[in-house]
């Protein structure tokens, strides 16, 4: 089981920037793919990015070079760190974990927090 509480969400004008944090727990917390996935009103749940077990960070494409994932192992935690936002960039995003970081990647991860809001406007 793992266990996950998101926060750090709101709202900025688009090319501001936010960081999100996500304290994960239970038995399967530390050998679990973490990452992050959102979605959008009437769009598909997709996936951010991950951080595997072994440290190895994945970003979705359109992410890459504006976002960028870390851990903090000794408090369990994880960050997104979101630069350069765009209108776009708008959605509920989600903590998540897998054992497979292409399940997270595909957003469809078997555990996922209660989301936290993004917005971002023009």
């Known amino acids: 089981q793992v266990h996950l509480v998101e926060s750090g969400g709101g709202s900025v004008q688009a090319g501001g920037s936010l960081t999100l944090s996500c304290v994960a727990s239970?038995?399967?917390?530390?050998?679990?793919?973490l990452g992050w996935i959102r979605q959008a009103p009437g769009k598909e749940r997709e996936g951010v990015a991950t951080i595997g077990t072994n440290g190895i960070k994945t970003l979705a494409s359109s992410m890459k070079g504006r976002f960028a994932i870390s851990k903090d192992n000794a408090k369990n935690t994880l960050y997104l760190q979101m630069n350069n936002l765009k209108t776009e960039d708008s959605a509920l995003h989600y903590c998540?974990?897998?054992?497979?970081?292409?399940?997270?990647?595909?957003?469809?991860?078997?555990?996922w927090g209660q989301g936290t809001q993004v917005t971002v406007s023009s």
């Open positions: 998540a974990a897998d054992v497979s970081c292409n399940a997270l990647l595909r957003g469809k991860p078997s555990y």
């Open positions: 239970g038995s399967g917390s530390t050998s679990a793919c």
